[in-house]
């Protein structure tokens, strides 16, 4: 039988790690019990790195860390973007709950089914990650250790839809 520590852990968000991503859904906020703001979870088709091992999964993922003010989002001209500036912030900046809601409309309408890749991932400076096409991410690399649920995924990976980033954002 898990302790409670083990089951505590087990219903924690993992947290992104080097890897290609599509959150596909169930964004949730969440709030620890001692934190000042709320974090974001989503459910993520994942394709996760180490070394020359591939995993696959699908599980809940902490998503906040992408807009994360030491976080970079490098676009398709390769330029580095500070990922907290990715949003719009609120008027009143001091409204914890205005923050929460300019992060949660963001994520919903800009990353929510779009293919990610994280390129780099930095305990101090956040994580490094751009947007890559559904081809990208649809190719699956040989010899990835994969959940069963990943696997029915690959077996019928025609009957998903992901959304393609326009090369270049109407301004």
Do not use: C
Not at 46 to 73: C, P, W
Not at 117 to 123: F, K, P, Y
């Amino acid at each position: 039988m898990p302790t409670l520590s083990q089951e505590h852990n087990e219903n924690q968000p993992q947290l992104l790690k080097k890897g290609k991503y599509v959150f596909v859904g169930l964004l949730k906020e969440e709030q620890e019990k001692n934190a000042s703001v709320p974090y974001f979870t989503a459910k993520a088709i994942m394709i996760e790195q180490n070394h020359d091992t591939f995993t696959g999964e699908i599980a809940v993922l902490k998503l906040s860390d992408l807009i994360l003010r030491q976080s970079t989002y490098i676009d398709e001209n390769g330029k580095l973007i500070e990922a907290h500036k990715l949003y719009t912030w609120p008027r009143n900046l001091g409204s914890t709950a205005e923050w929460t809601a300019a992060k949660y409309e963001f994520l919903e309408q800009y990353i929510l089914n779009f293919p990610i890749e994280v390129l780099s991932v930095q305990e101090s400076d956040g994580l490094t990650w751009r947007f890559i096409t559904p081809e990208q991410f649809k190719k699956t690399p040989a010899g990835i250790q994969a959940s069963a649920e990943f696997q029915d995924y690959a077996a019928h990976q025609d009957q998903y839809f992901f959304l393609r980033r326009p090369v270049s954002e109407p301004k």
